[in-house]
Structures are given as C-alpha cells and as structure tokens.
C-alpha cells in the first residue's frame, strides 16, 4: 500500500493524559499537512512541513499541540494534557508541493481521538 | 478572511441527477476542489476545477463554476448508492480551507 498511513486509527484516553500520533506520507512526496476534523464540520487545517521544515504552526490550537517531523518523512502530532474538547478524526495529508500549479493533498484515514 | 459554505444534507433517489452546492469568498482562489468522505474514511479528491474554466466534466461528474458569484456546484449523474457519503468543497491554498460538507443520501 503506496498511500498515507496514520497509526493508530482509534486512541481512547483519560482527560490530563498525552497522546501521539504517527502519519507517515506517500514516499515521495515533501509537503506533509495535519488537519482536525470534529463531527459535522470540515477538517480544519492544523500546520504543516515542507520536507522538516515547520512552515505554518500558527493554527495549532493551543500550546499544547506540537508536531514534528525529524527527518523529512513521518511525521508525530503530539497533543498533551488531553482535555475533551480534544476529541476529534485528525487528518493527515500529503503532496509533492507547489512544484506545478496543481497540488493534489492525498489524506490519510485519520486517527479518531477519544478523551474520557 | 476565506471562508466556504454548503448545504448539510441532500436526499435523492437511485438513478436521479444530485446537485451539491458551495459558496466561497476568496475571489484569489485559483484552484476549487471536490472531495469525497466515506464513513470512518479520509478524503478522496473526486475533482478539481481551475478558475478560468467554467465548466469541467468527468464521467459522471459535472462541476460548474461561477466566478462573478463565486459559486461553485457538483453535478452527480445517474446517482448510485455508492455514491453516498460526505462532498467537501475546498478552496486552493496552504491549508486548504474546506466546506463543513454535504451529506448525500441516495434511497434505492
């Protein structure tokens, strides 16, 4: 299987726990996004890395999320002292960058967050 | 600021035509998108279209863009049940800025 990847794809937690998540991208491709989907909305973008650079992180929706991606291919999203309002499908997608006008983001199946 | 509207839930019947509808404000986008979400699923691009066309067509699938508006529709012929999930409009741009989506439901 050649698309994005995310491990796991359920985490159930108690509330002041941390939890991470893993995204791994297509292979070849650069750009690597994270994104936040709660039930009956759009995902909702989060930050992104082209290659290991962290380009956009403004989005990220408190101080207690982190992402990082250390050598340019997967990527972990860290979220710590979980509150309940974290609970959410986070996304990730990936692409080959703005190397053409065109700029398909390729998701991956989420991992469905459940704090307790 | 940019932001992307739509429908929540359209109803058809197996074999009629489905018109999902978007609105969107930022007149800079160059490209808008059509994303597919099945149940416990990610997204799946269906199609694009570039803001200087106004129409594209893909098999079964017919977008339609009205730029003076900035209205964008998915047109979904002959509608089957597999055809059934969630339809995400998205504006181009680093994020993507996306629609809360349409539920389609197609009654057999």
């Known amino acids: 299987d050649t698309g994005v990847s995310q491990n796991p794809r359920h985490k159930i937690t108690k509330r002041g726990q941390n939890v991470t998540f893993r995204c791994d991208p297509i292979?070849?491709?650069?750009?690597l996004y994270w994104y936040r989907q709660t039930l009956g909305q759009g995902p909702e973008f989060l930050t992104y890395?082209?290659?290991?650079?962290?380009?956009?992180k403004s989005r990220l929706l408190s101080d207690r999320f982190s992402a990082e991606r250390p050598k340019g291919s997967f990527s972990t999203l860290e979220i710590q002292r979980t509150e309940q309002g974290d609970s959410a499908m986070y996304l990730c997608?990936?692409?080959?960058?703005?190397?053409?006008?065109?700029?398909?983001?390729?998701f991956g199946p989420g991992t469905r967050l459940t704090v307790l | 600021g940019e932001d992307v509207e739509q429908s929540l839930f359209l109803s058809v019947r197996e074999g009629d035509s489905s018109v999902i509808n978007c609105t969107y404000t930022?007149?800079?986008?160059?490209?808008l998108y059509w994303y597919k979400q099945e149940p416990g699923a990610g997204l799946q691009l269906l199609t694009y279209?570039?803001?200087?066309?106004d129409m594209k067509q893909d098999q079964r699938l017919t977008v339609l863009l009205n730029k003076k508006d900035k209205h964008l529709s998915l047109r979904i012929a002959d509608t089957q049940t597999g055809d059934s999930a969630i339809y995400f409009c998205?504006?181009?741009?680093?994020?993507?800025?996306f629609g809360k989506g349409t539920r389609l439901s197609v009654i057999a």
């Open positions: 997608a990936s692409s080959l960058g703005n190397s053409g006008v065109y700029n398909e983001q390729f």
């Open positions: 292979s070849e491709h650069n750009r």
């Open positions: 890395f082209q290659n290991e650079a962290q380009l956009e």
């Open positions: 930022d007149s800079s986008s160059t490209y």
């Open positions: 279209i570039f803001s200087n066309m």
């Open positions: 998205a504006e181009r741009g680093t994020p993507l800025v």
